[in-house]
């Protein structure tokens, strides 16, 4: 058996950073790197081309009756700036205090880690165990990943199995893991709105035309109410409330949500419909503006009315919405909305499915639940409970994993979740790092849902 | 006598961007250069310090009962950018189907030249002239004129005189010249809003704070209404109407406003009260946005909430408009209004006050005008009905030159101004330009009233 710490260290070596194409050699080292390290497991490595970073593919061969198990992770990463905002360097990684630091370290290659070393655990212990297993680590997650349904399509009987296992999602602290029972969807829009051919005298012509500053404010301003609902004519007509467990599990995270706007920094939380913070980013859909332009920037003033201002507006979307309907209810409302005295262009951008698994036993359970993944809930939730002291919290999480919906649309095969980092773990920020007691505790889980996903029904 | 044209090109090619500390070589150049013209047709030059860039004092004495003639311009200029906007670079002057490109050209080196030229002219005509003559050049009109009042309360003695000539506001079009009767006046704000400690992801936060961007947008959306008035409590409670021969001199514009629109090649006019644009730009306020930002603007996506947002704001007043007062009202409101979920920050620009003379024999003239600003009144309508084949129209401008107001204020002088330029000029704008033929005819005319201010009453 290998040492999983080690491993992850040597992992975040390799500067695996794929929106960079400086970093070629770094996605190219860390792709090699895990590819050794799963053959060094007793799999079968194979690389699959993409447009942009291949996918790793590692195969545990057995029986065509046994189950079968998919791993999913990622080996790129998010870009390592600020530099100086680092204690240490991104990719030197450094122990300080029971955590490891580096680029990766929780975002994906430390919980990846989790199941590459549970499942060599698994195997040293039972070599026989009479489970496929394969590996599917890409390199485009940081980037949207824009090849992963193409790859799930082409290579699908390789692919489908009885249920995918990862760890890229959060828990609330390194004692108290997650099960991630659903993540929300996402629509992407840039909106751009023109008026005048160029920048006006706002002097000369102030008064004669409607500035697109101005159309635009009050075009992004009418898409909320002053509750801070929605306010997109059916956006919330697919929208499944919380269940009754749902919002028991949101409790358990405690009533002191002071801590988290303290981490935030913001003056107040703002959330719908009276919810708690923590309720209101895994349960609501948002639309949020990621970006607004226009005119002058600089320093002191310039006195000119904006030829054109612009806004990148993304929603957030929970089970049932369906993105592509979302997407047409916002081009047309902006589009109904929109003063005819400035000329209005929507482009849409990336959008993924929410997606929800509800385990066996809970309202909303769907019923033909796949019997090797029903017996991992039931591994999770007992070993949990009892590495790490506490029974895992059920709860759906704010983010976006695409690729989660399409591998069930397009596989039809569900996923355990388990959440590997926690909110300090500094993920897509500097000082990004991994609690080593949760990774080893995390370890023995994992080794436990593999065996249990290859013992007879 | 010098090339008047020539002149211009050689001012033009110093890069005098007031705002922009890395162009001190262009402002140096541009004060030095136009200090040496003035020395050349007779002044006597001194450079008064300010703060940020020297005002041009140039002096042709005389005995003290004569008449004294101040005579105003500016030698910086509004920055170039966008740079790839121009046809020909913008420092580097350029005739072209009987105009003059560059940054400058119209505003206001070009204008300003008709007034050298002027005075040169008629100077070589009538060597003993007895008028005293003050130049006085600054070059921080283009980030309003911050030095400029000190300047007048310190050097009161040698600037106070029968009344100002300038030519920094526009005429209808090269062959009909305005005397302009008044300028809006001008309020700047820097509005800043702002959430978050960090950008924060809007996956895992999304829902739990208010985003930056909507507070803002909400806030400037709020300060129109629906038909395009200006929603500040008060805001229009000081403004003058239109005197019955300023809606007459405005309806000789024509009816036809196409080739106006076509000029700003927008979709459609806006303006308040049905007026149009003509009679909108010149006599009503506004509340304009010259710029906004925050968060992501590049390309793509990139899912965050923002940390803050920012708007530019601009507000042009109108006669008997306070602008201390419309300040006052702005920033009251705008913190009424402001969600208090955000951190909102207000930082008051310059101020000016609007401005407005009228010659005798008008509804609004005041009764004890300055006897040798009315005989430059008469040179200028009769000139001008010689020269340009029409007389002068009378229209109050929609720009600001806010040191008119302050002369009035601090030396009680009233200012005589020529529309040198025209809407299709570009001024503030790439492919900036001069009419060749309008700037030689004004030549004339401005000898005409130089000789009408020097003639014994």
Not at 233 to 252: H, L
Not at 302 to 320: D, H, N, Y
Request: net charge negative; hydrophobic share 40%.
């Amino acid at each position: 058996m290998f040492d999983p710490v080690a491993a992850v260290q040597q992992f975040i070596r390799y500067p695996s950073v794929s929106t960079d194409s400086r970093q070629r050699a770094g996605m190219e080292g860390a792709r090699d790197y895990i590819a050794g390290l799963l053959e060094k497991i007793g799999c079968c490595v194979s690389v699959l081309e993409t447009d942009r970073h291949p996918v790793v593919l590692a195969v545990r061969e057995g029986r065509p009756e046994w189950p079968h198990l998919v791993i999913y992770g990622h080996y790129d990463v998010q870009p390592a700036d600020p530099l100086e905002a680092w204690r240490s360097p991104p990719f030197e990684p450094e122990v300080r205090d029971g955590r490891l630091y580096g680029r990766g370290a929780a975002d994906n290659k430390g919980p990846m880690m989790v199941h590459i070393a549970g499942v060599a655990r698994a195997l040293e212990r039972n070599p026989s165990l009479p489970l496929r297993i394969t590996f599917v680590i890409e390199g485009e997650e940081e980037i949207g990943s824009p090849s992963f349904a193409d790859i799930l399509q082409r290579h699908s009987d390789r692919l489908r199995g009885d249920f995918v296992l990862l760890s890229d999602t959060s828990s609330p602290s390194p004692e108290q893991l997650a099960i991630t029972t659903g993540l929300r969807g996402m629509v992407c829009l840039d909106i751009a709105v023109e008026g005048p051919r160029s920048d006006l005298h706002s002097g000369v012509h102030g008064g004669a035309v409607l500035n697109p500053v101005q159309a635009l404010a009050a075009l992004c301003a009418s898409l909320h109410d002053a509750d801070g609902w929605v306010d997109v004519p059916g956006f919330y007509d697919r929208v499944v409330g919380a269940r009754a467990w749902e919002r028991e599990e949101i409790a358990k995270l405690g009533s002191d949500d002071s801590d988290y706007l303290e981490l935030l920094g913001a003056p107040a939380f703002h959330t719908v419909d009276g919810l708690r913070p923590g309720a209101a980013t895994r349960l609501m859909p948002t639309l949020e503006f990621n970006g607004i332009g226009g005119g002058y920037q600089g320093e002191g003033s310039k006195t000119i009315i904006p030829s054109r201002a612009f806004a990148k507006v993304s929603c957030r979307l929970v089970p049932e919405q369906d993105p592509v309907e979302i997407e047409e209810q916002l081009i047309r409302t902006l589009h109904e909305r929109c003063s005819p005295k400035v000329r209005l262009s929507v482009h849409p951008g990336h959008r993924a499915a929410p997606y929800q698994v509800v385990p066996s036993g809970r309202e909303g359970a769907s019923s033909d639940i796949n019997p090797c993944l029903a017996r991992a809930f039931d591994a999770a939730d007992r070993s949990i409970a009892e590495v790490f002291g506490k029974p895992p919290l059920y709860l759906r999480e704010g983010g976006s994993i695409p690729i989660i919906a399409e591998v069930r649309r397009l596989l039809d095969m569900d996923s355990l979740m388990i959440g590997m980092f926690t909110p300090d773990n500094n993920v897509h920020a500097p000082d990004e790092n991994l609690h080593l007691e949760m990774f080893e505790r995390g370890i023995t889980v994992s080794a436990r849902i593999v065996e249990s996903a290859g013992m007879a029904p």
